[in-house]
């Protein structure tokens, strides 16, 4: 059993900064994969980007250049760097995690998710 606990959402102006952060306790081996998902108002949860415990990084094409996960392990902890936010990154966000695997980018290839912690871009 993994728990996880998101912190860091807000409100920010378009072109401004967040930092999220998730810190997972329980079993390690269920966090091979963390990711981080979104899911704005009125739409599906997607893939934003995940990091293996290698810190192997993954990103959606949207974020790619703005957004950057990172890790540290021996805190059990995972990060999401959001720079040059824009309105279309309003969203709630949320931490997931799951064992080694191939596909990482899809909401079922998740066992693990945090409660989620919002983020609104707007001036």
């Known amino acids: 059993q993994v728990q996880l606990v998101e912190s860091g959402g807000g409100l920010v102006q378009p072109g401004g900064s967040l930092k999220l952060s998730c810190v997972a306790s329980g079993r390690t081996g269920d966090t091979y994969y963390m990711g981080w998902f979104r899911q704005p108002p009125g739409k599906e949860r997607e893939f934003v980007a995940a990091?293996?415990?290698?810190?192997?990084?993954h990103y959606t094409d949207s974020v790619k250049g703005r957004f950057a996960i990172s890790r540290d392990n021996a805190k059990n902890a995972v990060y999401l760097q959001m720079n040059s936010l824009k309105p279309e990154d309003t969203a709630v966000y949320y931490c997931?995690?799951?064992?080694?695997?191939?596909?990482?980018?899809?909401?079922?290839?998740?066992?693990?998710w945090g409660q989620g912690t919002e983020v609104t871009v707007s001036s």
């Open positions: 990091i293996s415990w290698y810190t192997v990084t």
């Open positions: 997931a995690s799951k064992k080694m695997g191939v596909n990482i980018t899809r909401p079922s290839d998740y066992g693990y």
